[in-house]
């Protein structure tokens, strides 16, 4: 007999820590559109199972909660039953002892509080409150609603210039989403289920790869309606393709020197090459869209001029302006905005960063360009100061490993507190003031607090702000547009007024976001525009989708994309990833589980044919 | 061709063909419960699941495409008991009450069952409650649904109306009316194609059959009972006798035997509905030749009716018509139904005519039909007396338990002539219940109106048949080229308006039934899953009115003494208070 013994684990443990596993990826790949009420009962019960039941509120209460919610689903509750839930949460959260029982009851009376109509509809009227509406994930929680599963049914077969169509019937900017997508479709993807979400981006940068140039579609017949379109990025160029094939007449206002918007000024070419930009403005304007460039309104036009000369206007005029730091020495000689440095690399405007020290400040995407921009530039040593922690930034992980590998000091939990300026007017330092996690806030990251830690001095020739951006609304203001949280306010159709001639999307209405956010307003736009023009011409294709094959479900693993070796990519602004190769799309293609097909798709909802 | 092996049979069948096409096209049969051809083809009963070598899980035949090479085991083991645990399921589920249930004995899944001999179910049963405005025509029972959402699809695809839905999620998902409404709510136009296609007892039209019997069993009441045409072709269905010797006037004989005082024919009123409608037509088709569209029609039938015109008969179409396209309200025929046409003469004309007061008549109505039963409760049909024209409908099916019930020995019934006067029926009124009948009726009518000649009988046949739209042009000599369409389903219907609203097609006359094929495919028809009768039905119309002696509207001896009598004239005073409507 030992006085202590190595335990290793039992048979029983190793099998339960697989439980977990498939719970964790069976929950994280779990279908949107679901009752909310049955998930957070069931929820609940799972919960119940993992309490030690020693105590009272835990053992018991945890049970009764179940109960009620059960209740409620079998129409056997009452409106009274809502309030003794959130009384009884509140008991167990109060004297739980273990945070299993009172964690278990807070998301219990969150999920009441949060679902409160859809119960109400339970106890009323005895049935959910919407019906399920989202059978195919990856089409769900793509913005613009693009045929996920029909495209990539396509490329496995390796017809890859209508897959390429197929994407442009919701979307025309095929290529800009091959190379630049956050590819929201892969969140909920029902492969992993399985093992991982299919690598759709990855799917769609091969057609977009080798699917050639694909003419668009012949227009409808001309409708004599004029409409203008104010800013010739994603969102301003999607409803200028859409209503073109629709017969009206679209002119675009451009600011700038050339189409695209934030994926021309804001995306560096290193991830999104120029010359494949071009190919899918190209398509857009061979529909017969009419462009000026170089055009300010308010400057070179007035506003009500373009309103009242057009039968209908889209603002798309995107987010183009740096938010401040509002800090001591912002103003001085060596700061810029990300946003004023990305514009001029757009314009192949390369400043010359060779030997000097790059500070960026900032943890999004944006900030991730600066920094491996500057990089790009020559820069000796490009350091990246965020105030929270790695885990916090808002950019894309891929996108801050890739500045590590080419480089980048990543300096976490450092508030810039103020800029040291020599004589001469010039920057040459940042001053950061250490920080410690605190509090989450609610968008669930801590909220970075003071350390008690003497500031910090990082020197630096040149300062980058890349803590935001903010969108141009004096014009807009001016011409009484309402606004919200500094963005043009919109209803839910795009329109900025009731009287529905005036519509606005993308960035400038929502803030900051992703190119396929603008591109969905820009084809929400387009089709109401249309009806308000009196028309119903929908969009569709004459592409058939193959049938679904009969395959296994044996778990494999995804074929990601690879990138080019650090330290040769850091060197130019060639592009930085090595796409799939035909046989990995092949293997990705075959992958897919048909959701079109199978399950609730065979049903109801497959896919929008025409809109 | 793809080559493939079933149950080790090699057979060879078109690529796009599905399993299950391929095994049935083979002689093997695969059993199913959700599968409808092209309209449900989503493999939610898993019944037809099959093994397919080389693939893991086994597939759904109704969905799953043929591939070459493909070997297929349709009744391995492995199906056999996941077949069979999956019907378990569904039973658990399921208010197997089937002794007081409408479907019994015609039901899919007590047909599986026994097929598949399932005498027992392990699982315990968990069945939901039933919770339905039980006084609309249409019930659903949940306890019985099964979740084949066949329901569903008919409506959304074949009648376009969407009044079903998936409601809820996981083990709570059921069918409910769409987009949370009730089915007084919903845009439900009562044709019933849902209930003929539910392969169980969950959805049913309102049994009324009591309230007959009540009727019946009254000796102060007068009770009469008026048949449509349709019901004559689908009425001895479950007797076991053939087509040809269920006779009309067999029929006759069997509703005397229930006890009705007097026995009497709808097709008395298709006929007087030609007179009517036909009337109308030429008035607004002429009318709609000269410049002046809102001229006076006439002195005492002031609604200068738009083109062009839609006939009225079919209270499912009406519906449709009201709630989907009300703007289009004008474009009806003012002409009421037949029905309703022989529910007010019967509570005046006749009530008249045999000395009674009109309020001892109790007027039933045998449809095969089930928005007839919405129709006769229609606040405005009451111009006989005041009190509702007709008192109660009851469909095909409620006639034909209404005989069982009584013990009525159908195959040894004699055959008997309906009562006088408004029992009798020209051939033209008996194609009322085929798509294309009240078009082809009319338009022999209306030639002669124009003309002062009858055209052949059979001169309009291109209006005649199933297909679900069907056009053409027949030139009346005086009147000129009169462009005429003809659609049943409501999926049709609907296409047909969009088309008219873009300006696709253009025509004068429009027939429009509700029920694909029209009433011979009725939604109060006897059911019979996965077959349609519809076109045989029809063809038995078709023949009757081959061989009627008489076969135009206006040479019903019977309607020309009523309005010789009573009416005056089509369109006059009178016909415009008891048989036109302003479809409020």
Known sequence: MSRLELIAKSRTE?????????????????????????????????????????CTPCRIGL?????????????????????????????????????????????????????????????????????????????????AGVDVPGYIALAGEGRLTDALRLIRKDNPFPIACAYVCEHPCETHCRRAMIDSAINIRGIKQYIADHSGIVPPPQNAASTGKKVAVIGGGPGGLSAAYFLSLMGHSVTVYERRKKLGGMLRYGIPAYRFPRELLDRDIEAILKTGVDVKLGINIGTDISLDEIIDSYDSVFVAIGAHTDSKARIEG?????????????RGIGDEEHPGFVGKTVVVVGGGNVAMDATRTSIRLGAKKVYCVYRR????????????????????????????????????????????????????DSGGRPTPMDADLPEERISADLIIMAIGQRVETAVFEEGGFPLEWGALKTLPSGEVFQNGKVFAGGDCATGPAAAIQAIAAGKVAAANIDEYLGFDNKISVDVEIPAARLRNKNKRGRVNITEREASERKKDFDYIECGLTQEGVEKECSRCLRCDHYGFGALKGARVEKW | MVKLTINGKKVEAKEGTTILQAANASGIAIPFLCYMPEINEIGACRVCVVEVEGIDSLVAACNTKIEEGMSVLTNSPRVRKARRTNVQFILSQHDCNCPTCSRNGNCSLQDLARELNIQDVYYSYDVPENKWDTSFPLVRIESKCIKCMRCIQICDKVQSLNVWDVSGTGGRTSVDVSENRTIKEAPCALCGQCITNCPVGALMARDDSERVFEALEDPDIITIVQVAPAVRSAWAESFGISREFATPKRMAAALRSLGFDYVFDTNFAADLTIMEEGAEFIERFTNSLSVNENADLSAEHKHPGKMPMFTSCCPGWVRFLKSQYPELKGNLSTAKSPQQMFGALTKSYFAEKIGVDPKNIFSVSVMPCTAKKSECDLPEMIDGCGDPDVDVVITTRELSNMLHSQSVVVPLLPEEEFDSPLGSGTGAAVVFGASGGVMDAALRSAYFLVTGENPDPDAFTAVRGVKGWKEATFNVPGAGDVRVAVVSGLGNARSLIEALKKGEVSYDFVEVMACPGGCAGGGGQPINMNESLTQERGEVLWRLDRESAIRYSHENADVLALYEEYLGKPLGERSHHLLHTEHL
């Not at chain 1, 957070?40 to 039941?53: D, E, K, V």
């Not at chain 1, 919610?69 to 509140?90: H, M, R």
């Not at chain 1, 996108?399 to 990543?410: N, P, Q």
């Open chain 1, 14 to 54: 190793q099998d339960m820590d697989g439980l977990y596993n498939d719970m964790e990826r069976r929950l994280g790949s779990g279908p949107p559109g679901l009752c909310p009420v049955d998930l957070a009962l069931n929820f609940a019960s799972l919960c119940q199972a993992q309490s030690c039941g020693k």
């Open chain 1, 330 to 342: 912002e103003d001085s000689n060596g700061v810029m905005s990300a946003v004023e440095l990305l």
């Open chain 1, 389 to 440: 922690r790695q885990t916090d930034m808002t950019a894309l992980p891929e996108e801050v490993e890739g500045a590590i590998a080419e480089g980048a000091e990543l300096l976490t939990l450092k508030a810039p507190a103020r800029i040291e300026v020599d004589a001469q007017g010039n920057a040459t330092a940042l001053w950061i003031k250490p920080q410690l996690p605190g509090d989450i």
């Open chain 1, 63 to 143: 049970g009764k909660l179940v109960e009620m919610l059960k209740d409620v689903l079998d129409g056997k509750a009452t409106e009274k039953t809502i309030g003794v839930l959130e009384s009884t949460a509140a008991a167990i959260i109060d004297s739980a002892d273990c945070i299993i029982g009172s964690d278990a009851a807070r998301m219990v009376r969150d999920s009441v509080r949060a679902f409160k109509d859809d119960i109400m509809e339970h106890i009323t009227k005895g049935r959910c409150l919407a019906g399920t509406s989202a059978p195919v994930p990856c089409v769900k929680l793509c913005p």
